[in-house]
């Protein structure tokens, strides 16, 4: 399979304690992107990369939340202190760094807080 | 704020059915255009898009949907909707030359066999 995969598919925690996930998006692909969905919502954006270098982030990350890129291949989201408002599906996307090609998305990592 | 609105949180339909789901979005400037789908249990896909040319754009599936500049809208149509077309659909854009897409709440559709 060579579409984006995250891991892990499913993560609880209990509240306070910290979170990694990591997304490998396609091979070719320079752009990178992270969402955050909960029910009933469409994605919001959170972040994104060219390369390794982190080109915007969002007023919705807060400074708990932080993202690299080290080698602008993998990437992974941290969550700090986690909060049970974080629970959602987190969703990574890449694209090709060319204009006019469209985000391909992962399955998402699901992350419940108790 | 920049936003995107889809009509409908959810739809019934019949097999063979038509189907027209609604996008709106708020915004003066130059649009790209997605239309994508979530399957129950699969990640999102893209079922069509606009950049430019031809506002009537033909995706996967006998999906196709038609940019209406004057109206801010992007509707989704399809002449014969499917049970297998059972799914999420989420309108989305991205503004100017930037990357970020901004998304619909999504419709989810259900076909009654």
């Known amino acids: 399979d060579t579409g984006v995969s995250q891991d892990p598919r499913h993560k609880i925690t209990k509240r306070g304690q910290n979170v990694t996930f990591r997304c490998d998006p396609i091979?070719?692909?320079?752009?990178l992107y992270w969402y955050r969905q909960t029910l009933g919502q469409g994605p919001e954006f959170l972040t994104y990369?060219?390369?390794?270098?982190?080109?915007?982030k969002s007023r919705l990350l807060s400074d708990r939340f932080s993202a690299e890129r080290p080698k602008g291949s993998f990437s992974t989201l941290e969550i700090q202190r986690t909060e049970q408002g974080d629970s959602a599906m987190y969703l990574c996307?890449?694209?090709?760094?060319?204009?006019?090609?469209?985000?391909?998305f992962g399955q998402g990592t699901r992350l419940t807080v108790v | 704020a920049q936003s995107v609105s889809q009509h409908n949180h959810h739809v019934i339909l019949s097999e063979a059915a038509s189907l027209e789901l609604g996008c709106n979005y708020s915004?003066?400037?130059?649009?790209?255009l997605f239309w994508y789908v979530q399957y129950p249990g699969q990640h999102l896909q893209l079922l069509l898009k606009?950049?430019?040319?031809d506002p009537l754009v033909k995706g996967i599936k006998g999906f196709e949907a038609e940019f209406i500049k004057s109206k801010f809208s992007f509707n989704l149509r399809k002449p014969s909707v499917q049970w297998s077309d059972t799914a999420e659909y989420f309108c989305?854009?991205?503004?100017?030359?930037?990357?970020?897409?901004?998304w619909g709440a999504g419709t989810k559709l259900i076909i009654k066999p």
């Open positions: 091979s070719e692909h320079n752009r």
């Open positions: 915004y003066g400037g130059t649009v790209n």
């Open positions: 989305a854009v991205t503004l100017d030359s930037n990357y970020q897409l901004i």
């Open positions: 996307a890449s694209s090709a760094g060319v204009s006019g090609t469209e985000a391909f």
């Open positions: 990369f060219q390369n390794e270098a982190q080109l915007e």
């Open positions: 606009y950049f430019s040319g």
